[in-house]
C-alpha cells in the first residue's frame, strides 16, 4: 500500500536559517511520483515539484533545492536562508498510475520561520 | 492562473440543509476528478472519486449518500454535502486529472472550499 510519512509535525527557524523538511514514503510499484506542495493559511496548495521515480537527480530551484533517494524512500526538501513568507504547511505527497493518479498526501509539516 | 476552479471558495450553511460546490477545469477537458477533504491542521484525505459519465468510486468509510458527486460534463464535477452537520465543516479540494501526451496526465487542484456548518 502506499504511503507517505513526514515525521516532523512542527518547525521554527529563525530567519536566514536553512530548513530540511523530511518525506519517506512506500510503495510496491516502479514507476510513481512524488511531490512537494506548499499549503498557505488562505488553503490552497501550491505546487512546488514533481518527481518521476525514475529520476533520482536532486534539484534546485532558487532557494529551494530536493534530494531523491531511492534506496531510503526519501524525498526530502531543504528551504535555504528561509524567509517568513515560506511559513506555511507543507505537503509530500505520493501518486502512481496504477491507483489511477489519486494522491496519497504525508500529513504535512507546518514550518514557522520567525524573523 | 488557475486551470481548476472551485467554487464558492468559502461557504457557511445551516445544520440540515444541502451545499454544492463546484470543481471546474478551465481550459481542458477532465474525465476523471478527484475529492479530498482535509479537517483543521490534518492531512488530506481522498474521498471519492469522479468519473464523467459513470458513478463515482467512493473511498472506504465515505458515505456516499451524504457526499453526492455528479460529474456530468468533461469540464465540471459536483460535490453535494447533503443534510450537512457541524462535523462535515472541513475544507474541500479537487483535482483534476489531464489527459497528456506524457505517461504521467497532469493533476492540477483547485483552491479549495471552506465549508462550515452551523
Known amino acids: 500500500a502506499q504511503k507517505v510519512t513526514q515525521a516532523q509535525t512542527e518547525i521554527s527557524v529563525v530567519e536566514k536559517e536553512d530548513v530540511t523538511l523530511d518525506c519517506v514514503y512506500e510503495t510496491r510499484d516502479t514507476t510513481y511520483y512524488l511531490f512537494w506542495y506548499k499549503q498557505p493559511p488562505s488553503g490552497e496548495l501550491v505546487f512546488l515539484i514533481r518527481?518521476?521515480?525514475?529520476?533520482?537527480q536532486n534539484e534546485i530551484s532558487g532557494r529551494y533545492s530536493w534530494n531523491f533517494q531511492k534506496s531510503t524512500s526519501s524525498f526530502n526538501f531543504t528551504i535555504t536562508a528561509s524567509q517568513v513568507v515560506d511559513s506555511a504547511v507543507y505537503f509530500c505527497a505520493l501518486s502512481d498510475e496504477n491507483t489511477g493518479n489519486q494522491f496519497y498526501f504525508g500529513t504535512g509539516t507546518s514550518l514557522t520561520v520567525i524573523p | 492562473g488557475a486551470v481548476v476552479s472551485q467554487h464558492p471558495s468559502r461557504v457557511i450553511c445551516k445544520s440540515g440543509t444541502s451545499v454544492k460546490i463546484e470543481c471546474r477545469s478551465l481550459d481542458f477537458q477532465a474525465t476523471t476528478m478527484f475529492w479530498y477533504r482535509q479537517f483543521p491542521k490534518q492531512s488530506l484525505m481522498l474521498m471519492a472519486t469522479?468519473?464523467?459519465?459513470?458513478?463515482?468510486?467512493?473511498e472506504q468509510g465515505v458515505e456516499k449518500d451524504k457526499f453526492l458527486i455528479n460529474h456530468a460534463s468533461l469540464t465540471l464535477s459536483t460535490l453535494t454535502v447533503t443534510s450537512a452537520h457541524p462535523e462535515d465543516s472541513s475544507f474541500y479540494i479537487c483535482?483534476?486529472?489531464?489527459?497528456?501526451?506524457?505517461?504521467?496526465?497532469?493533476?492540477?487542484f483547485g483552491e479549495g472550499s471552506w465549508l462550515t456548518v452551523v
Open positions: 469522479s468519473n464523467e459519465g459513470s458513478k463515482a468510486t467512493y
Open positions: 518527481r518521476n521515480s525514475f529520476d533520482e
Open positions: 483535482s483534476a486529472k489531464r489527459q497528456g501526451d506524457f505517461v504521467f496526465d497532469t493533476i492540477y
